[in-house]
């Protein structure tokens, strides 16, 4: 599992630390790390030209003090000084004696243009607000630039603990950070500019607990229900899905289809879509009786191209089992009714859906994903998950917040969500907590989703039909 702990968390973590260290340990830990990351992007450090960002704190002292080491190995360093009278005394020392330059801001963006590596060490976890004007041409110097840019624990001007990214902020090809991942480096806006993330040890004991946790292939592995010797197609779970309508008979397929791959042993499907369900699953149970009559369900999934049928989106709402609402069933939902249900409930908007419930506009919840997802967990006292570029799950009781990486955008398509709905209803009735549902069905629909597109565009029944496939490369 792959973990982010909040700036209040490090900092506890790093007082602890320090006490029991020399002066200045940390920080050559943190530059040593940092300067061996930049030799592997550089390939030959000798001869190469290097140009630092340097602020203030002591982000810009790991900036110095890595910067010193490739100055050593035979790279020409300039250290750009944003505040000169603030730099890191011991970083800018340790540059100049290894043979390193410094400059004022006057002509950096010429330096930058010939360099091959930028190191960003404008502001770190010490930052507050968006970059300062003095550091935005910086940065966009940077992103016009041929150079290599490396972040130095956070791309400055991304919020740390938020992933909120407020007016301009650097742009990195590889971010090196320390101690643990920070939240704003997995999740989006930030995480899109922090480039590849690479974490180097400091010696951290971080003993509170997580704000996001990623799951990994082992940890899915983990999670995946199998079906034992004793199994038979009840004891697996049965999911029950109220979807479609004759408008959209689709998404009715479509998330049966998610649901045949989830690991339930059977899939009933109630609704005015049987025909079409049928038609392309045979192994479908299908009823047209309405949610109550139509036979013992572990979960169900309701919502995918309902329309406007409130009464059945109501009606799935009282089962006692967990439900899962998506798509027309979110703008159905009594919000008193999700509260007050004894049994587990699994939102999954996307971001117009989730500002919808929220009274807010869409680039809101964009711009602040774990903040919204949080949210609308608590308001609803339901496990949300917020689909997106980073997909983020949170549960009703607070806690670490899952954050899913493997999606890609050609998961952008129609029906797509239908799918996920169905595999994450089936993950329920398998017996999945919801938050783990939420966020194996995540997990195996982006990779899915990964291995139907393989760099070209795909239909929703493509990335169901790899979802077997993703579920064999998680076991591997
Ligand atoms: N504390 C520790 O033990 C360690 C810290 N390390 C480094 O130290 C960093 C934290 O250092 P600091 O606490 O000094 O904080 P930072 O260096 O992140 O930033 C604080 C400084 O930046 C200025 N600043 C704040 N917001 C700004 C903005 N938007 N634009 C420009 N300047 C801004 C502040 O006035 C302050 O001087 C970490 O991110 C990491 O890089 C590492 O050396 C590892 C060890
Ligand atoms: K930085």
């Known amino acids: 599992m792959r973990t982010a702990y909040s700036v209040e968390t490090v900092r506890a973590a790093e007082r602890d630390l320090m006490a029991r260290l020399p002066e200045g340990a940390l920080m050559q830990r943190a530059a040593s790390g940092l300067a061996a990351a930049c030799a592997d992007l550089l390939g030959r450090v000798y001869g190469s030209r290097v140009v630092l960002l340097v602020g203030s704190g002591d982000n810009g ?19 750009v000084l944003l505040s000169p009278e603030r730099a890191h005394t011991g970083g800018l020392a340790a540059l100049r004696r290894a043979g390193g330059t410094v400059s004022g801001t006057g002509g950096a963006e010429e330096l930058i243009a010939r360099a091959d590596l930028v190191v960003d060490g404008i502001v770190g976890i010490g930052g507050k607000g968006g970059l300062r004007a003095e550091a935005v041409p910086l940065a966009e110097a940077a992103a016009r630039a041929r150079a290599a840019v490396v972040a130095v624990d956070l791309p400055s001007g991304v919020d740390a603990d938020s992933g909120q990214v407020n007016g301009a902020a650097v742009r990195a090809d590889l971010t090196v950070t320390f101690g643990t991942h920070k939240p704003g480096l997995l999740v989006d806006p ?5 480039g590849s993330v690479r974490l180097v040890g400091i010696g951290l004991e971080l003993a509170a607990e997580a ?4 799951l990994q292939h082992t940890d899915v592995a983990a999670l995946l229900p199998l079906p034992g010797a004793e199994s038979d197609k009840y004891r697996r779970g049965v999911v ?3 979807a479609g309508s004759a408008r959209y008979p689709g998404a009715a397929v479509l998330a049966v289809a998610g649901a045949l791959r989830g690991g339930a042993g059977a899939v009933r499907y109630v609704g005015p879509a049987a025909e079409a369900v049928i038609a392309r699953f045979p192994e479908t149970l299908v009823s047209d009786r309405g949610p109550r009559s139509a036979g013992r369900v572990q979960a169900w999934v309701v919502g995918p191209g309902v329309g406007d ?80 570029s980073t997909t983020l799950v949170a549960g009703p009781g607070g806690g ?21 709905s169905g595999l994450a209803g089936s993950l329920l009735a398998a ?28 239909g929703a029944h493509d990335v169901a039909e790899a979802i077997a496939a993703a579920w064999r490369d998680v076991r591997d």
Do not use: C, Q
Not at 190 to 194: C, G, I, P, S
Not at 401 to 417: C, E, I, K, Q, Y
Not at 433 to 458: C, M, N
């Open 61 to 79: 002292g790991d900036a110095l003090y890595a910067g010193a080491r490739l100055a050593r190995r035979g790279a020409g360093v300039t250290a």
């Open 190 to 194: 930030a995480r899109e500019y922090a």
């Open 211 to 214: 704000e996001l946790e990623a």
């Open 240 to 242: 029950g899905i109220a």
């Open 309 to 388: 049928d409130a009464a059945t989106v109501a009606e799935v709402l009282t089962a006692d089992v967990p439900v899962l609402v998506d798509a027309d069933g979110l703008r159905l939902a009594e919000p008193a009714a999700v509260r007050g249900r004894a049994a587990p409930t699994l939102m999954t908007p996307h971001a117009g859906e989730a500002a919808a419930l929220l009274g807010v506009a869409r680039e809101e919840v964009e711009a602040a994903r774990l903040t919204s997802a949080r949210e609308l967990a608590e308001r609803y006292g339901a496990a949300v998950l917020l689909k997106g």
């Open 400 to 420: 670490a917040v899952r954050v899913n990486a493997t999606g890609t955008s050609w998961l952008a398509t129609a029906g797509s969500g239908d799918v996920l």
């Open 431 to 458: 017996g999945l907590r919801a938050v783990d549902a939420g966020s194996v069905a995540a997990y195996l629909h982006g990779l899915a989703g990964r291995f139907a597109a393989d760099g070209a565009p795909v």
